[in-house]
């Protein structure tokens, strides 16, 4: 009998420890403190009917260890204050709406269910909650506002509405265990805001709308699992350093933004493993240091339109193996543009380039080679040429420059100051001659050609050919480099591997 009276309140004692950590009211607006009368020990808060920010005030007050919070079966209604401000200095909350900081810093919430009349979570609606995994019930929502669930750190995953518009600057800031963002089915989306995903270090994958138009600044700077990102047609506004320190980004492909005139500041800084880059055709300016320590980038091709390249645009770039991709139109070279690119051993300034700014070079140590066309020397800045031993280097330009180019500071420091042919080969040979006319490559051979290839300097084959002449003229107006390898194999069996550069009269 005794045993029996013991387990009886055992079990008795269990039942109210449940009914403490689970508390299901059902209210109307306003009515929540009077509906739990002081009592605020329970775990788990389940409401039905309806609520205004009465309640979440309520709410916000007396239960900031709850962990958990299921609003699904009621509505979230208007209300206006008069007398009184809420959560701030707020006085208007809208209907449908999660109100400004209502769960802020509340770290024990684990999982919360939403009306799906929802249509926003205001600013800093869930910031700070560290043990949140699961938000549910937001298929209705167009708005995620600024630092709506920033610190969230436990947040793996987020379904997001396709109805969705906005996502505020910070809002999911720091949310490190979110490993992917799958924004393709929000067609509405037209804004993702500053830092919105920054420091997400697990995130691996996302996917953007076609739709999205801005992407501001640093919007998922230090997402360091983050590999390859396509980014949409719609994009008409970047903000600055949007991938900055994305340090395993491989890949990313801009091909599509039509719109986009200007790469800005620091958009790709220390993308440590970047290695491909596809950029618009509409690109006109390279922003500042908008590929520096790119360690891993050892090529790319920039667009004709491209007429400027900022400060430090690729400062730091140590595995380009040649300075060749400015394309003629490139006017300006800003200070410390290619600083410290150990790596590169031709440089070829186009002939458009004005002014170059100081230390562009600085440090260029292995580029032994250095081609400028411009009948009269580029303007330069101070110390352009620093670090790099330059009274070892060749310059090569045109022929009635080379007065002219040894008696111009700086220019005059080059141990050698060349005539530049129309080809320079690195290889000589009798049996192939090659000659530039504008873009056209003239290849004759001595005896009729079997196969044609030419390369860039990567390896990828541009151009391939088993013609049976003995001339064959190329095309090289679509290659975005100046400097190819060409492979020529002749009926007699022989082959000629030449390395030559691009010379535009």
């Known amino acids: 009998m005794f045993r029996k009276t013991i387990s009886f309140l055992t079990v008795l004692c269990v039942a109210v420890m449940a009914v403490a950590q689970d ?50 079966g ?59 995994v699961s938000v549910t019930g937001c298929s209705s929502i167009e708005s995620i506002g600024d630092f709506a669930f920033s610190g969230c750190v436990a947040l793996d995953e987020v379904e997001f509405s396709a109805a969705l518009r906005r996502v505020g600057d910070y809002a999911f800031d720091k949310c490190t265990t979110l490993g992917c963002i799958d924004l393709s089915n929000c067609s509405d989306l037209a804004y993702i805001g500053v830092r919105a995903f920054a420091q997400n270090t697990q995130l691996s994958s996302i996917k953007l709308p076609a739709c999205l138009t801005a992407i501001r600044d640093a919007a998922f700077a230090g997402c360091g699992a983050l ?34 005139e200007e790469l800005p500041a620091w958009t790709f800084s220390a993308c440590s493993n970047l290695m491909y880059v596809e950029l618009p055709q509409s690109l006109e300016i390279i922003g500042e240091g908008a590929f520096g320590h790119c360690l891993s980038l050892q090529t790319i091709a920039l667009p004709a339109s491209v007429n400027r390249l900022h400060d430090f645009a690729f400062a730091g770039c140590c595995a380009m193996k040649i300075l060749d991709f400015m394309p003629e139109g490139v006017e300006t070279i800003g200070r410390y543009a290619f600083y410290h690119n150990t790596s590169a051993s031709y440089t070829v300034i186009p002939r458009t380039v004005s002014y170059i700014d100081d230390h562009a070079f600085d440090g260029c140590i292995s580029s032994d080679i250095f081609y400028s066309f411009r009948e009269l020397p580029a303007d330069l800045g101070e110390m352009v040429f620093a670090n790099m031993d330059v009274e070892k280097k060749t310059l090569n330009v045109e022929t009635a420059s080379v007065p002219i180019y040894k008696s111009t500071a700086q220019w005059n420091d080059f141990g050698t100051i060349n005539a530049a042919t129309a080809v320079e080969n690195v290889d000589k040979s009798d049996d192939v001659k090659v000659v530039f006319e504008n ?67």
Do not use: W
């Open 74 to 132: 009621c509505s979230i209604e208007l209300y206006d204050s008069r007398d009184e401000q809420y959560l701030g200095i707020h006085t208007h909350f809208e209907a449908g709406e999660i109100p400004p900081t209502a769960f802020l810093g509340f770290t024990n919430l684990k999982t919360v269910k939403l009306p799906l009349t929802v249509k926003s979570i205001a600013e800093g609606a869930f910031a700070g909650c560290e043990s949140l």
């Open 439 to 505: 873009y056209n490559l003239k290849v004759v051979a001595s005896q009729e050609i079997e196969d044609i290839r030419l390369f860039d300097v990567s390896g990828m084959a541009l151009y391939m050919a088993q013609p049976r002449t003995q001339e064959v003229v190329i095309d090289t107006q679509a290659y975005a480099h100046n400097i190819y390898i060409l492979q020529v194999a002749t009926v007699d069996g022989k082959q000629t591997i030449l390395k030559i550069a691009r010379v535009i009269r």
């Open 227 to 260: 590999e390859s990102v396509i980014l949409p047609a719609g994009i008409v506004d970047m903000g600055e350093g949007v991938f900055a320190a994305c340090t395993q980004l491989k890949s990313v492909d801009m091909s599509q933004c039509r719109n986009v």
């Open 23 to 72: 508390k299901i009211v059902n209210i109307e607006c306003g009515g929540l403190e009077e509906a739990l009368a002081g009592d605020y020990s329970f775990k788990s808060l389940t409401i039905k009917g309806s609520i205004d920010v009465r309640d979440f005030v309520c709410i916000n007050n007396n239960a900031t260890a709850i962990e958990s919070i299921d609003l699904s």
